[in-house]
């Protein structure tokens, strides 16, 4: 009896912590998505409808949060290292770095999409453009990762598909005030394109777990996420660059009150 009582009282395992660690991690990161996923779009609209005109720096913000993920990154290490024993700094190997070097290139360019098509649709069009990810998904997943069709991407494909094209048939009703027929039909396949382009960048990603050759943990994933959304950054960054999109962010250099709206809210 004083065995089992023992046995009862001793503190949690380090497999149990782990777990519980890894649930709270993965909620934490839903959650920020989750909410970056909504509210992200609605800013950058309202940048582009008070006169902003800077697309490269708006896709640099879409992925310039990239340093948060060092939190769980720290969390996690502190927790290896109370384990005992030596711990690695980090568990990506170099061609692992390699490919989400050009993974993060990809996502920079599907930014400046995304943001380019944001700047001529409303944010109602764009959402449901950029839903016909799922059914590309679908797609690429079973050209690249052999992923089977099943009947629900099958109808995925086939009505989103048929979706965005009435859409763009019959959109003009919701079109910006003033805004030619040109800019507006630029905007939407820029949009469908960023679609595209990261409906093509997610089997990527999943073929990059598989030829990894390492256990993929919640860790590796986050350190992947991170080199990603740095190359992201960086390539959002060259383009700012060449666009001088930058000035935004000098005071000295600042161009018109429009460019500016979010560092100098217009005064009523």
Same mark, same amino acid.
């Given at each position: 009896? !004083?065995? !089992?009582? $023992? =046995?009862?009282? $001793?503190?949690?395992? &380090?497999?149990?912590?782990?777990?519980?660690?890894?649930?709270?991690?993965?909620?934490?990161?839903?959650?920020?998505?989750?909410?970056?996923?909504?509210?992200?779009?609605?800013?950058?609209?309202?940048?582009?409808?008070?006169?902003?005109?800077?697309?490269?720096?708006?896709?640099?913000l879409?992925?310039?949060?990239?340093?948060?993920?060092?939190?769980?990154?720290?969390?996690?290490?502190?927790?290896?290292?109370?384990?005992?024993?030596?711990?690695?700094?980090?568990? #990506? &190997?170099p061609?692992?770095?390699?490919?989400?070097?050009?993974?993060?290139?990809?996502?920079?360019?599907?930014?400046?999409?995304?943001?380019?098509?944001?700047s001529?649709?409303?944010?109602?069009?764009?959402?449901?453009?950029?839903?016909? $990810?799922?059914?590309?998904?679908?797609?690429?997943?079973?050209?690249i990762?052999? $992923?089977?069709?099943?009947?629900?991407?099958?109808?995925?494909?086939?009505?989103?598909?048929?979706?965005?094209?009435?859409?763009?048939?019959?959109?003009?009703?919701?079109? %910006?005030?003033? !805004?030619?027929?040109?800019?507006?039909?630029?905007?939407?396949?820029?949009?469908?394109?960023?679609?595209?382009l990261?409906?093509?960048?997610?089997?990527?990603?999943?073929? &990059?777990?598989?030829?990894?050759?390492?256990?993929?943990?919640?860790?590796?994933?986050? !350190?992947? =996420?991170?080199?990603?959304?740095?190359?992201?950054?960086?390539?959002?960054?060259?383009?700012?660059?060449?666009?001088?999109?930058?000035?935004?962010?000098?005071?000295?250099? #600042?161009?018109? %009150?429009s460019?500016?709206?979010f560092?100098?809210?217009?005064?009523?």
């Amino acid at each position: 009896m !004083e065995v !089992e009582s $023992q =046995q009862q009282q $001793q503190p949690p395992t &380090t497999n149990q912590i782990s777990k519980h660690l890894r649930w709270f991690l993965i909620a934490l990161n839903f959650t920020i998505m989750a909410i970056g996923t909504a509210v992200s779009p609605l800013l950058l609209r309202l940048y582009f409808l008070k006169g902003g005109t800077r697309k490269w720096l708006s896709s640099w913000l879409e992925t310039a949060g990239w340093p948060l993920l060092f939190i769980p990154l720290a969390i996690s290490y502190a927790h290896r290292r109370g384990g005992g024993g030596p711990t690695k700094l980090y568990l #990506m &190997t170099p061609p692992l770095f390699l490919a989400c070097t050009v993974l993060g290139l990809l996502v920079g360019l599907d930014d400046f999409l995304y943001a380019y098509g944001l700047s001529y649709l409303p944010v109602s069009t764009t959402s449901i453009l950029i839903s016909t $990810q799922l059914g590309f998904t679908a797609l690429f997943a079973f050209l690249i990762v052999k $992923q089977r069709f099943t009947s629900f991407s099958v109808n995925a494909v086939v009505l989103l598909s048929i979706g965005a094209v009435i859409l763009g048939l019959h959109a003009s009703g919701d079109r %910006p005030q003033g !805004e030619s027929n040109t800019l507006y039909y630029w905007g939407f396949f820029m949009t469908l394109a960023a679609a595209v382009l990261y409906a093509f960048i997610l089997p990527l990603v999943e073929l &990059t777990y598989a030829k990894a050759k390492q256990v993929v943990t919640y860790t590796l994933v986050i !350190e992947m =996420q991170l080199v990603m959304g740095f190359f992201a950054t960086v390539f959002c960054t060259v383009g700012m660059l060449v666009n001088n999109d930058y000035s935004i962010l000098l005071p000295s250099c #600042m161009g018109t %009150p429009s460019d500016s709206f979010f560092f100098n809210p217009p005064h009523h």
